[in-house]
C-alpha cells in the first residue's frame, strides 16, 4: 500500500549538534508538510511545502522537498532542548478522487544537555 | 476563528465495554475530517477520514468504525473494545492542505 517512511525512527543528539530526519513516499506527493508533536501532546503543523526542489527556512530548521515531489528533509541547526519531541512527514495520497493526509512514521528527537 | 473540541481527555475502559469519542469542529463548513491513533511512542495510524456528512473512508480493519451525522461532528465508536485498542487517538480537520488537531484522547483498556 501507499506508504510514507521516516529515518531514523529515534535519534539521541547532544545539545548544540545538528538533526536532520528523513521523509520518503512510495507515490508521489502534491505537498509535503511537517509537525511537531511534543511528548505527551498532539501534533503541530510546522510548515507545507508544494514545489519540487523547494527549500524553506525556519530560523534554525531547514526544510526540503525532493525534486521528484516523494522525499524530504527536516535539519535542526544547534539543537537545542526545545526541539526535543517527535516530528512528522506528511503529505496528501489521492485514493479514487479523495485526497487523504497520510503521516510518516515519525522520528523521535531526544536531547542530551 | 476556527477551533477543534475533542472528548474526553483521558479514558480507562474496561475490555468488552462500548466506546464513543466525539470530535467538533467550530468556526468551519465542509471540513475533511480525520481520526488517528497512535499507540504509546509510535506514529499516526490513520483510522478513518471523511468528506463530508455520511461520507466515511476506513483505513485498517478493525472493531472500531465512524459516523458524521452533522457537517462538523465526527464520532469514534466500537460496540466492544480490546486491549488493543488502548492508545491516544487524535482527530483532526483539514480545511485545504494542513491539518489541526484536537488534544486527543487518551484511552487505556483494562
Known amino acids: 500500500g501507499q506508504q510514507v517512511m521516516q529515518i531514523p525512527q529515534y535519534q539521541h543528539v547532544q545539545e548544540g549538534e545538528d538533526f536532520t530526519t528523513y521523509c520518503n513516499s512510495s507515490?508521489?506527493?502534491?505537498?509535503i508538510q511537517w509537525y511537531k508533536q511534543r511528548p505527551g501532546g498532539h501534533p503541530v503543523f510546522l510548515i507545507q511545502?508544494?514545489?519540487?526542489?523547494e527549500v524553506k527556512k525556519q530560523k534554525r530548521l531547514t526544510f526540503q522537498f525532493g525534486e521528484a515531489k516523494k522525499n524530504s528533509s527536516l535539519h535542526i541547526t544547534a539543537t537545542q532542548t526545545t526541539d526535543v519531541g517527535t516530528y512528522f512527514c506528511?503529505?496528501?495520497?489521492?485514493?479514487?478522487?479523495?485526497?487523504?493526509?497520510?503521516f510518516g512514521t515519525g522520528t523521535r528527537l531526544t536531547i542530551i544537555p | 476563528s476556527q477551533t477543534i473540541h475533542q472528548w474526553p481527555a483521558t479514558l480507562v475502559q474496561p475490555v468488552g465495554s462500548p466506546l464513543s469519542l466525539e470530535c467538533t469542529v467550530e468556526?468551519?463548513?465542509?471540513?475533511?475530517l480525520y481520526w488517528y491513533r497512535q499507540a504509546a511512542g509510535r506514529g499516526l495510524q490513520l483510522l478513518f477520514y471523511s468528506v463530508g456528512i455520511g461520507q466515511i473512508s476506513s483505513e485498517v480493519p478493525q472493531n472500531l468504525s465512524a459516523s458524521r451525522p452533522q457537517d462538523r461532528q465526527f464520532i469514534l465508536s466500537s460496540k466492544k473494545l480490546l486491549l488493543s485498542d488502548s492508545g491516544f487517538y487524535l482527530c483532526?480537520?483539514?480545511?485545504?492542505?494542513?491539518?489541526?488537531f484536537g488534544q486527543g484522547t487518551r484511552l487505556t483498556v483494562v
Open positions: 468556526g468551519t463548513s465542509n471540513p475533511n
Open positions: 483532526a480537520w483539514s480545511p485545504a492542505s494542513e491539518a489541526f
Open positions: 506528511a503529505g496528501h495520497i489521492s485514493n479514487f478522487g479523495n485526497e487523504k493526509l497520510t
Open positions: 507515490t508521489t506527493l502534491s505537498n
Open positions: 511545502l508544494v514545489k519540487s526542489g
